[in-house]
């Protein structure tokens, strides 16, 4: 980072010695940085001026008012005293570390927004994690209820358990039925934290003072083992069709083909295990940042639509897998559908993102 010395105004720190002397012994403290930042983006949001009208205002780039939001980089005298201008505060208010203080000149601008404390922050994961712990038992409940039938399909063609096709075929039908029951059952349990999102979710809100940098940091420390965690579900389920591949080219047993057909599923399984609760804790840190962020809202839009057609798309080509395979059991041909259908969620994508950008 360049020296805080070299940014400032000769001129200006020869005639106030004592001052700018202050002012550095403040910045030489990271802390203080976070106190500026925070100060900068809550007196921006009670204008209702967006980044780029503040970056106007100063006759600056937008991304060095995303840098000074960020507490990446620090604005030199000249521009704390403009910002002390614009928004019409002093400099030592910009400066200090009082947050009761701050809190004052907040409520001054009369702002209608719901504030969002720390502890509210704090419940709002918390609240987000036992919602995802539900639904992630719910969804691989469902996913894993067909796997029951399958072995015991597996083992009425081997005649081993004593099972016939139809007694084979009943209990699996059971096993579904109280597996998906089970998988609805915690489905229905997450209604009870949707009036406890519902703020942060679905409402404007600012963020209390100290809130935007604490979580911040937080979103930067758990980045590395969201990327590992999202790294390792995506070989989970691009691996998962690899054994009921070889099964299909290299054995003719049908009861082989159903146990590799567990395997693919458990595979899956495993891969949502992985991925749900690391993406609810990611996407709940950005829902709190939201509001801070405007340079990613673009590719925070590009991701939920992204979602949006994954929860329809997946679904549906897997029963389009399963009751193809099931009606011609030809497992070895069948397998086709998931790279082509890879690539064609793919090809979705970039034609919702081509209809984007005309409309």
């Known amino acids: 980072m360049q020296p805080l010395v070299d940014k400032v105004p000769s001129g200006l720190a020869s005639l106030q010695p004592l001052k700018f002397l202050c002012f550095l012994l403040k910045y030489s403290d990271g802390v203080n940085l976070m106190i500026l930042a925070d100060k900068i983006v809550k007196l921006r949001k009670q204008l209702a001026w967006s980044q780029e009208d503040l970056a106007e205002k100063m006759n600056i780039s937008r991304q060095s008012v ?33 947050h009761e203080a701050f809190e004052a000149k907040v409520d001054c601008k009369g702002s209608s927004v719901a504030q969002i404390s720390m502890e509210q922050a704090i419940k709002y994961v918390k609240d987000k994690m036992d919602a995802s712990a539900l639904i992630t038992k719910g969804v691989i409940l469902c996913l894993c209820s067909v796997i029951p039938l399958f ?14 096709g139809d007694m084979a075929a009943g209990l699996g039908i059971l096993a579904i039925i109280l597996m998906v029951s089970a998988g609805v059952s915690f489905f229905i349990k997450t209604n009870q934290y949707e009036s406890e999102t519902a703020v942060i979710d679905n409402e404007a809100f600012e963020l209390s003072y100290g809130v935007h940098s604490v979580f911040q940091d937080k979103l930067q420390k758990f980045r590395p083992s969201y990327n590992k965690s999202l790294s390792v579900a995506i070989f989970l389920f691009i691996f998962s069709f690899v054994p009921l591949m070889f099964s299909g080219l ?3 047993g049908s009861e082989v083909t159903m146990m590799m057909l567990i395997v693919l599923i458990l595979l899956i399984a495993m891969g949502l295990y992985i991925l749900l609760p690391v993406s609810t804790r990611f996407e709940a840190y950005n829902s709190i940042l939201k509001d801070h962020t405007e340079a990613e809202t673009e590719t925070s839009k590009r991701a939920k639509r ?6 329809f798309y997946w679904p549906l080509l897997t029963a389009i897998f399963l009751g193809w395979s099931l009606w011609t059991m030809d497992w070895g041909t069948t397998w086709i559908i998931w790279p082509v259908g890879g690539v064609l969620f793919a090809a979705l994508v970039g034609l919702m993102e081509l209809l984007d950008k005309g409309e």
């Open 306 to 311: 992204a979602e949006k057609l994954a929860a």
């Open 151 to 164: 072995f015991f399909l597996a083992m009425a063609e081997t005649n081993k358990l004593g099972l016939s």
């Open 250 to 252: 290299f054995s003719d």
């Open 66 to 98: 995303s840098k000074w939001e960020s507490a990446n980089s620090i604005p030199d005298l000249n521009k704390i005293i403009k910002l002390s201008e614009i928004f019409d505060v002093t400099t030592d208010f910009l400066l200090k570390d009082e």
